[in-house]
């Protein structure tokens, strides 16, 4: 006779364990990695796990160069950019001024950012909004293959 399984379900598993990474990188807890950006001198302490899911370098980087608590130096690298990039990388998404975004998908395509499936929502102010659009309508462009700068270019 065999006997029975159940399911344990945590509702709202995802959300918590976004929420929690995010906090630990809020606090720099947990932390096993620094990247730091070579021409600005500055830095950021992050989770290899949380890097190495998101990023096909930092997980070839990991995997190939274990280190207990790595210094990873990016070169033409923007700290900004960097910060944006972990920012997203933890919480799904982030907000970007227009004039940093070719710059930012670039970063995020030279660091082999997972780019699959990436939406780009881009608001403009009521007055820039044809008069047949409600005041406050945003603008949808979902890159589907890939990360691709150029594309941005025919918003």
């Known amino acids: 006779m065999g006997s029975e399984h159940y399911c344990l379900r945590w509702n709202n598993h995802q959300a918590n364990l976004l929420g929690v990474c995010a906090q630990l990188l809020r606090d720099e807890r947990l932390v096993d990695v620094t990247l730091a950006c070579a021409d600005e001198g500055r830095c950021i302490r992050a989770h290899k ?6 990023s096909a370098y930092f997980r070839a980087l990991f995997v190939d160069h274990p280190a207990r608590h790595p210094i990873v130096i990016l070169k033409d690298v923007r700290f900004s950019d960097l910060r944006t990039i972990v920012e997203f990388m933890y919480k799904g998404e982030v907000r970007v001024e227009y004039a940093q975004l070719n710059r ?3 970063t ?7 780019g699959k499936g990436l939406n780009i929502f881009v608001s403009f102010p009521d007055d ?3 008069a047949k659009l409600a005041p406050g309508n945003r603008m949808f462009l979902s890159l589907s293959n890939a990360i691709n700068p150029g594309l941005v270019g025919r918003l």
């Open 49 to 54: 796990v949380v890097l190495s899911a998101c």
């Open 104 to 106: 930012l998908l670039q």
């Open 108 to 114: 995020a395509e030279s660091l082999k950012v997972k």
């Open 128 to 130: 820039v909004l044809d």
